[in-house]
């Protein structure tokens, strides 16, 4: 878990259609991101958008396996972007921005790409899908335990252990605990 990090999944439109949900639950997260039949599976990004996506930040650090892309910013605490596969298919791409150490700029041109690619926004901790549009975004990310890491960090970190102990000893949130735990 990053405290520091506002961390966006991204999801193609034609999976969820064009009514939006309020919000996702766990169990809808869990069918979209599975490899075989998720919303990447009917609706694989195109090359086009992956290459702009690679290319948000300068550093690929590959883990080991080759099932996650991961490219990262060139200071500490910053942006990652991780794209999952499983044999070799998309499953789930996610975005990660930190307030304290990224400019507005890569949040913009990260925005222009999903809308370019017909995708929304999942706030996997929240479950919460929206349009990539930037004043809906900041509105969010206002809200975020990493803007509460960016203006109180000792309150996002013992926030964020709280979270985790209540967590732990409800066995409906492990996959949300390893959400967090992994990301």
Excluded at 23 to 29: L, P, T, W
Excluded at 30 to 49: K, M, N, T
Excluded at 98 to 123: I, K, N, T, V
């Amino acid at each position: 878990m990053s405290v520091h990090h506002y961390e966006l999944a991204v999801v193609p439109r034609a999976y969820i259609g064009h009514q939006l949900p309020a919000k996702m639950s766990e169990a809808d997260i869990q069918r979209g991101e599975d490899p075989s039949s998720g919303w990447w599976a009917a609706h694989p990004p195109s090359e086009l958008f992956l290459s702009g996506i690679r290319a948000l930040l300068p550093h690929a650090r590959p883990w080991p396996g080759g099932d996650v892309e991961e490219y990262v910013c060139s200071g500490d605490w910053g942006a990652d972007i991780r794209v999952w596969k499983d044999l070799g298919r998309v499953w789930h791409i996610a975005f990660r921005f930190s307030p304290s150490a990224d400019a507005w700029p890569l949040m913009q041109r990260f925005l222009a790409l999903a809308r370019g690619e017909q995708c929304l926004l999942l706030e996997d901790w929240s479950g919460i899908v929206f349009e990539p549009d930037e004043k809906i975004v900041r509105e969010r990310l206002v809200s975020s335990l990493a803007m509460q890491f960016f203006h109180d960090p000792m309150g996002a970190i013992v926030h964020s252990a709280k979270v985790l102990k209540d967590d732990a000893g409800d066995p409906k949130n492990e996959l949300q605990i390893g959400l967090r735990q992994g990301s």
